[in-house]
């Protein structure tokens, strides 16, 4: 098991952080914000 704030020991490249008021299922609990990180990370890497 990791803690909640385990991400913050791990960097990647070109890492997207996105924090959003959801539980395990966002395309449900909040579906526009899903789709502004999508849209983020899609913008960001040039898809």
């Known amino acids: 098991m990791i ?3 385990h991400y913050m020991n ?6 997207t952080l996105w ?3 959801v539980g ?3 395309f449900l609990e ?3 914000d899903l789709e ?3 849209d983020y ?5 040039g898809f």
Do not use: V
């Open 3 to 5: 803690g909640p704030k």
């Open 10 to 15: 791990i960097r990647f490249p070109d890492m």
């Open 19 to 21: 924090g959003s008021d």
């Open 24 to 26: 395990h299922i966002p």
């Open 30 to 32: 909040n579906r526009e």
């Open 36 to 38: 502004k990180a999508i």
């Open 41 to 45: 990370y899609n913008a960001k890497h």
